[in-house]
Nanobody, 123 residues
Framework: QVWLSESGGGLVQAGGSLRLSCAAS????????MGWFRQAPGKAREFVAV????????YYLSSVQGRFTASRDSAKNTLYLQMNSLKPEDTAVYYC????????????????WGKGTNVTVSA
């Protein structure tokens, strides 16, 4: 089993930046991919970004492409999400996620979730 713990959320003005972190513990050797999902009030949880743990290749939601960057420190079993040029529509609870497989684009492909961290972007 893998446990995930996020940090780094907060309140920021539009155009600002935040960096989220996610530390993995437990059977982290089973991780094939890690990434981020988000859930805005009244909306379904949606995919944001994923990184394949071995190769480091990434894939993003089209609306965050070019603004968000996912990266990892394999030695520390830690995932990051650098969020720049934030918009009010980025406001959501951001969840760290992990999968034993290398594909993790949908909620059903996630094996482990963090508790989430709030990101609020004011206009």
């Amino acid at each position: 089993q893998v446990w995930l713990s996020e940090s780094g959320g907060g309140l920021v003005q539009a155009g600002g930046s935040l960096r989220l972190s996610c530390a993995a513990s437990g059977r982290s050797s089973n991780i094939g991919a890690m990434g981020w999902f988000r859930q805005a009030p009244g909306k379904a949880r949606e995919f944001v970004a994923v990184i394949r743990w071995i190769t480091g290749s990434t894939y993003y939601l089209s609306s965050v492409q070019g603004r968000f960057t996912a990266s990892r420190d394999s030695a520390k079993n830690t995932l990051y999400l650098q969020m720049n040029s934030l918009k009010p529509e980025d406001t959501a609870v951001y969840y760290c996620a992990a999968s034993s497989g290398e594909s993790m684009l949908t909620v059903s492909q996630v094996d482990a979730w963090g508790k989430g961290t709030n990101v609020t972007v004011s206009a």
